[in-house]
């Protein structure tokens, strides 16, 4: 079979599904001339579906509180409650059928079996395990495989560093912008990560794990390998990179991927929207991640089927920023920045002057006898003259879980 044999099969299995229970989804289908899984006869049907958006789901919320609609069965199947962050506006809700949690642990398994950690590994969570799904979700997949787990939480920088070195732990999972800060510490504090016994980090959250010069300076710094990784706790773990490329792959075998452009069916490049064929408690159809990608079309070595994304998740498409013409993403400075060892953290701060964007980037530097070679390496790359600020060290804040570099003033 197909995947899109097996994607179709499973879509049609769905749709039957909610619209037997599920409000939220039942509501849209009916009002898009969907009554059955008969409407849908292949794959390319997809396109009679309508598009979620964030927007909806937190108005359903809103008028339906707390938990919104979008349940396909009475509250008591379910067993897990998380919650997304709110750094795109209001927090979303999110219940989980035990069906269901199956289903997300083993697409985490396929994260995990993408970057090899086996039984054999002992692995480190360095997060404070909040209300996100990702966490969780990481957490009971280590133990699916079988690798002895440690927790992260409630432990300073410090503490966890040492938990990593005594124990020897092999992988560590955080996000890219964590495991430099961890990697600051344990240089001022003394500590070897590179003869440590951690051999892999799997890093999500932000773009970092999919930048090269991001990658490159975090398997310096702990001289083990890093693995990207992308989910959200609306639609749970859909992409990790493979041990051979390396490159993120969108897992095809409980996703369907599109891409929503204006360039047509054949541009490469658009938002990624998504379908989870394995949610049925609380699914998502056709969602705009709001997230931008570029399809990769070559041949992984990895030999999977699934499509690849070059350069992982390039950006949030609302914090694109165009300047004079010039579209940048904040992943793009960010780049650039890394490509400068003396760079400690940074910031990228946008406002908007007479209808244009504008970028100011300051960066965290001990002598700022830098800057102008900074400069001129972000008009070498954009063709754009940016001002850059440089302060003093340990100016700028630090972050443990997802990264609050990019300050946008745009809004309103
Ligand atoms: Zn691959």
């Not at 495989?145 to 999972?173: K, M, P």
Request: glycine letters at 8%.
């Amino acid at each position: 079979m197909t995947i899109t044999d097996d994607q179709l099969g499973r879509l049609k299995k769905l749709i039957d599904e909610i619209l037997a229970g599920n409000h939220f989804y039942k509501r849209k289908l009916i009002e898009a001339g969907i009554s059955g899984s008969s409407c849908l006869r292949s794959i390319a049907d997809l396109e009679l579906l309508p598009l979620t958006t964030r927007e909806e789901l937190t108005e359903d919320q809103a008028l339906h509180p707390p938990f919104g609609t979008n349940l396909t069965y009475p509250t008591d199947r379910y067993v897990h409650w998380h919650r997304t962050s709110g750094a795109q506006g209001r927090p979303l809700h999110w219940l989980d059928t035990k069906e269901s949690w199956n289903w997300l642990k083993a697409c985490w398994v396929s994260v995990f079996d993408a970057a090899e950690v086996s039984s054999k590994d002992r692995i480190f969570y360095a997060f404070s395990f909040g209300p996100f799904l990702g966490f969780w979700i990481a957490w009971a997949a280590a133990e699916e495989i079988g690798a002895l787990r440690f927790s992260g939480a409630n432990q300073s920088s410090i503490e966890r560093l040492r938990n990593i070195v005594n124990f020897q732990i092999t992988v560590v999972c955080s996000t890219p912008t964590y495991a430099l800060h961890l990697a600051e510490i344990a240089e001022k504090e003394g500590i070897d990560l590179r003869n440590s016994a951690v051999s892999k980090l799997i890093v999500a959250g932000e773009p970092g794990g999919s930048i090269r010069e991001t990658r490159t300076r975090i398997e310096r710094n702990w001289g083990a390998i890093v693995f990207d990784h992308a989910g959200a706790t609306e639609i749970g773990p859909h992409s990790f990179a493979c041990s051979q490329a390396r490159r993120l792959h969108l897992n095809e075998g409980e996703y369907i991927a599109e891409l929503l452009n204006d360039g047509g069916s054949n541009s490469k490049t658009g938002e990624l929207m998504l379908t989870n064929l394995g949610r049925s408690g609380s699914p998502v159809i056709r969602y705009r991640t709001g997230d931008l990608v570029q399809i990769d079309d070559n041949p992984c070595p990895c030999g999977r089927p699934f499509i690849s994304f070059t350069g992982g998740i390039v950006g949030r498409l609302d914090e694109m920023i165009t300047i004079r013409g010039v579209n940048v993403f904040p992943s793009a400075v960010e780049s650039v920045l890394r490509r400068f060892e003396q760079v400690e953290e940074f910031r990228i701060e946008v406002s908007r002057v007479q209808s244009l964007d504008e970028m100011v980037v300051t960066v965290e530097v001990s002598s700022d006898l830098i800057v102008p070679a900074i400069r001129n390496e972000l008009v070498n790359t954009f063709g754009l003259r940016i001002p850059v600020i440089a302060v003093t060290p340990n100016t700028l804040p630090r972050f443990e879980m997802k990264a609050r570099r990019f300050i946008d003033k745009r809004a309103g």
